[in-house]
């Protein structure tokens, strides 16, 4: 028998407690990047709903930094109950040789 693991990073987006959605990326350098610039977008999106990629962010403000340490932490949490998680997974799955 052989295992053949899959290894992603997923950006889950959570209201009130309930999954909104689930995008996962292969757990890679290219792929990593993507979830973390999805994750931004996602956050700048829910916090001024008029923002467009490329435009001028006029949400609350966060600070690159804050950004960083929202990604670094793998979570951003508001007080409406919108929620964000950047989380790491890896499944094994058994196949018969």
Known sequence: MNNESLST??????LDG??????????????????EKL???????????????????????????DINEFIEDGVYDDDCGYSLRLVHSSTIEKKNS
Do not use: R
């Open 9 to 14: 990073v997923n950006v889950i987006e959570l």
């Open 18 to 35: 309930s999954v909104i959605q689930v995008i996962a990326f292969f757990d890679t350098i290219e792929g990593n990047e993507k979830a």
């Open 39 to 65: 994750f931004e977008q996602l956050l700048k999106e829910h916090n001024d709903p008029d923002w467009e990629i490329g435009k001028e962010y006029t949400g609350p403000i966060f600070s690159a930094e």
